[in-house]
């Protein structure tokens, strides 16, 4: 399985009113009001992180049907946090919020949304953007970021770009393996009344899937 594939199984999505809940949820609740306030300063920010945290939930969801996929890095609140050792060796670390990092020499190198490995062994790394337009310098970061972990795990590893706007710029795809778009992804909390969202204590899906992000 591939990059590629991976992407198809996100774009052919179904999304359902019980995964944009679990998105919503993995935000702090302040940004959970945000993202329900148009006019917050902290709207947009809020909408980026819910549209990561859909792109993880959905992901879990179609893993289940997938034999293909092995596994699924836990992110956000379903991650456990490890207080941080600078004497740790090389590799990957949850910060409080649930970020997927890793580290090099005590120090964070790099920072990714999603990583999946596939039953065949393809390692998977994945950024997620509203508008790709505004991506700036994302391909000078995605070349680092490859080079990095393809060190640290001693295998090729690819890199998926999810969007909620088609990719109209050539070199957006010059380090991407695949891009899925998820139209308008960011804005789908819209489908759910905010009382279902900003009051609700954070509940992980259930999944075979998910693993602590350190044996991806």
Known sequence: M?????????????????????????????LRAALYDET?????????????????????????????????????SDAQYVPYDKYAKDGLW????????????????????FLVKTADGV???GEVIVNPAKAGHLASEVAEKRSLLERLYGCEVQF?????EPVKEPKYLRESDAVAVLEAGNLLYQ?????EILHKKSAPAKSTRRVDGSVW
């Open 160 to 164: 998926l770009l999810v969007c909620a």
């Open 123 to 125: 390692r998977i790394f």
């Open 40 to 76: 917050s300063p902290e709207h947009r920010t809020a909408s980026g992180k819910f549209f990561e945290a859909l792109v993880y939930e959905i992901l879990l969801a179609e893993s289940e049907a997938s034999p293909a996929v092995s596994s699924i890095a836990a992110q956000m």
């Open 2 to 30: 591939s990059a590629a594939e991976i992407a198809a199984l996100l774009s052919n999505a179904e999304v359902t009113g019980g995964e944009i809940r679990r998105a919503a949820i993995h935000l702090p609740k302040p």
């Open 191 to 195: 489908r759910l009344h905010p009382n």
């Open 94 to 113: 949850y910060s409080k919020d649930g970020g997927i990092r890793f580290k090099v020499s005590g120090r964070v190198a790099a920072e990714v949304d």
